[in-house]
């Protein structure tokens, strides 16, 4: 990389830094930390220590868990604006909404949710009048599910307040950050999709045939 390009892009990372800082003041001790923390490309040990003592892989799946409960609430206080009563019911509205007619079962696993409570929330949703029941022009013996013209009404008018959830939950990151972690995030729902519609949830057998 030529010195020019180095300095620019040091310089970017440098007012990067200083937006996500909330006081607006550009402190250097956190800014090479992160720079660290960005461009080390030294690999990690396997079972690698942080600083609490815990594995890296148990410090991720703990912030993960962290992150999907601050959505959550995130959500929830701004689907009260909304007809939604829960989050899933907005989300199983949404993603109907999004792909049009399908199977519960099938819905039900683009949703990566438990059968019988995705089961609950469907049924829940045709009774509120939210989704409707089909014949499945493909099989006679089964039947699709379908957002109604008034759960299209009613789930428009909330992807208008929801969509403040997501962009709270990624405020401190730039758009590079968040490119960056959307890569990793669609590479680890890709690997975990393929074991979770094949119904294979051992976490012994998937690292053995991840080895």
């Not at 689907?79 to 989050?87: E, G, K, R």
């Not at 669609?186 to 074991?195: E, G, R, S, T």
Request: a positive charge; charged letters at 30%; aromatic letters at 6%.
């Amino acid at each position: 990389m030529k010195i020019e390009k180095a300095i620019q892009l040091l310089v970017n990372e440098a007012i990067a830094h200083k937006e996500t800082n909330k006081s607006g003041v550009f402190e250097m001790e956190s800014f090479v930390d992160s720079l660290k923390k960005k461009y080390d490309t030294t690999p990690n040990k396997k079972g690698l220590l942080t600083h609490d003592g815990r594995t890296i892989d148990q410090q991720i799946i703990t912030h993960l868990g962290r992150l999907g409960r601050y959505a959550h609430l995130y959500l929830k206080s701004a689907l009260l604006q909304t007809n939604f009563t829960t989050d899933m019911d907005f989300a199983f509205t949404a993603i109907l909404h999004q792909y049009g007619p399908m199977g519960k079962t099938d819905l039900i696993k683009k949703m990566v949710y438990e059968k019988s409570s995705g089961m609950e929330i469907i049924k829940r949703l045709i009774k509120n009048g939210v989704f409707e029941q089909t014949a499945n022009p493909k099989d006679k013996r089964s039947k699709l599910v379908n957002v109604t013209e008034k759960g299209a009404r009613e789930v428009v008018a909330a992807y208008q307040v929801a969509d403040i959830a997501p962009k709270v939950v990624s405020l401190p990151l730039s758009d590079s950050e968040k490119d960056t972690l959307l890569r990793l995030l669609l590479k680890m729902d890709d690997f975990h999709n393929v074991h979770f519609l094949s119904g294979e949830d051992d976490p012994h057998k998937i690292l053995t045939d991840k080895g």
